[in-house]
């Protein structure tokens, strides 16, 4: 149904053409259960595949179900939640496992970077204890010592100086971009192969978060990790899908709108929604008070439809687009 | 040029050992908007407290509209708080959850002294300012999205026609696609009323677009100053240039 899978894989070279996808989310719908015990779809049937070695850009406003649908997909959906569909990760959907199984999986085989470092660790315990802690729990070390030595590795991977200092403080001691990057290495530190990064730059400083977005991009090359990457910025976007094999996917009230290569959705737009994300950018080449805005026509409007192949590898849903009058910023030329 | 609406000169302010601003000063002319750049701790939020006197600075004056801030009577003081105002970083903890826009409104409008007779017709000009319309009104905070809550907190900024808004933050709580829209509405206040901004954000893009002079801050120093575009195509400083490269790319940048 979806078509973008079939899209060749560019850039995949360092890798053997056998590998599977790192994760292949297929008609994934998430619903809660809201007023009088009535169930509430927030995201509906959602698919996406996830290779090694590339990130995956998932793009949207607050509310438009990315977090949630990253989080189920990694079988971490929130508490309460119905998921529905298939996430088929090496082999096993991960939809069908209990938690017991699914602990063995989060931390050593899929890592995940919260938004705020502040709240994802701890604040009772030594940076060098948590991310050791991680490395037993998945018997990544044989022992305390190899344990530890792989945290200083782990330190000196996510560029911290002096290691062992830092290994000694409480997260309160360092800055933020630092417990950021210490987050970094409990994700990385059984060498997964998916990390699923919620939003890790927005609570930072813009020049520390662009720092930790260009760690995240060189890492993934290093360790041949697919990587998730949640955003609402499409600066931060276009920073972290650096590569040819990188992709976008804009979400829009729980559906994907728009899905291709990074310079092909942020560079060559079909859809008018992700059109008016990009429009909306803040820069000093616009007029003052002249900014566009995303109208709510687009906003609100559900009856996008499925996704469509535009050209190879890009796909848009664009089932209302005729509907849509010249005002909303909607060029049709260029959607053929 | 413009006259002068606030000036800062030469403000120190040290908190126990750390010193939070060296040595800054700046010029904010009348309906001109001064953009604010720094990373959080560099003193950016400390000298817009200064300015507003929310912090006594150690050695330095401030005057607004010509009169020093720190000079004057209980009763001036408080004639000159209506002359600067306001705007907060995130309008879902700043609005007053368990009143109505309307509300929201009124109350500012009573601490402004404004007539109560006057409150109606205000307040539904505030809302036309900030292009909302009085169906708002009703509305409570949580039914607002992010970007007309904000909206709401800069109408009730504007309440007394102050010179000078100090924005904190002010679009750095919304999603990038809304800033635009909060964007477009300072600019509108900006051309209507001929207010004058003082505009915090660590975001250099946002200063780039609403800021006709910028005073960069890097730990407390003012490291580099002057007209937007002049600053932002010539940069002198090393850190603005670190800033200015952390700027977001639209275009992904495809081979390294």
Known sequence: ?336 | MSATVLAANDIVKTFGNFTALDHVGFELGRGKVLGVVGESGSGKSTLGRIVMRLLTPDSGTVSLAGQDLFGLSRRDLRKARRRIQLVPQDPRTSLNPTMTVRQNLYFQLRAQGVARVDWAATSTRLLAQVSLTADYLHAYPHELSGGQAQRIAIARSIANNPDVLVCDEAVSALDKSVQAQVLNTFAQLQADTGIAMFFITHDLAVIEHIADDVLVLDRGRAVEQGVTKEVLATPQDAYTRELLAARPLIAPVTSR
């Not at chain 1, 899978?5 to 994934?28: C, F, K, N, R």
């Open chain 1, 1 to 336: 149904m979806q078509k973008q899978e079939q899209a060749p894989v560019i850039g995949a070279g360092e890798l053997p053409p056998e590998v599977p996808l790192a994760l292949d989310a297929t008609d994934v719908s998430v619903s809660f259960r809201g007023h009088r015990g009535r169930w509430n779809e927030v995201v509906h049937s959602v698919g996406l595949g996830l290779e090694r070695g590339q990130v995956t850009v998932l793009l949207g406003e607050s509310g438009s179900g990315k977090t949630v649908f990253a989080r189920s997909v990694a079988g971490m959906a929130p508490h309460g939640a119905r998921v529905e569909g298939s996430s088929v990760f090496d082999g096993v959907n991960l939809l069908d496992l209990r938690a017991a199984q699914l602990r063995k999986i989060h931390g050593d085989r899929i890592g995940m970077v919260a938004q705020d470092p502040n709240s994802s660790l701890d604040p009772m315990r030594r940076i060098g204890g948590q991310i050791s802690e991680t490395i037993l729990q998945h018997r990544c070390a044989p022992d305390r010592k190899a344990a530890h030595a792989r945290m200083l590795e782990l330190l000196d991977v996510v560029q911290i100086r002096e290691p062992e200092r830092v290994a000694r403080c409480y997260p309160h001691e360092i800055s933020g971009g630092m417990r950021q990057r210490v987050a970094i290495a409990i994700a990385i530190s059984c060498n997964p192969e998916l990390i699923v990064a919620d939003e890790p730059s927005s609570a930072l400083d813009a020049s520390v978060g662009a720092r930790v977005v260009e760690l995240l991009d060189d890492l993934r090359v290093r360790l041949a990790t697919a990587i998730l990457f949640i955003t609402h910025d499409i600066g931060i976007a276009g920073r972290i899908a650096s590569k040819p094999q990188d992709r976008v996917a804009v979400m829009l009230g729980g559906r994907l709108v728009e899905l291709g290569y990074a310079n092909q959705v942020l560079g060559r737009a079909c859809h008018p929604y992700t059109r008016a994300l990009i429009a909306a950018e803040p820069s000093g080449q616009v007029p003052r008070g002249q900014l566009a805005v995303v109208p709510d026509s687009i906003r609100g409007r559900q009856d996008w439809g499925q996704l469509v192949e535009v050209s190879p590898g890009h796909a848009a849903a664009l089932g209302a687009v005729a509907d849509l009058q010249s005002s909303d910023s909607v060029d049709p030329e260029v959607i053929s």
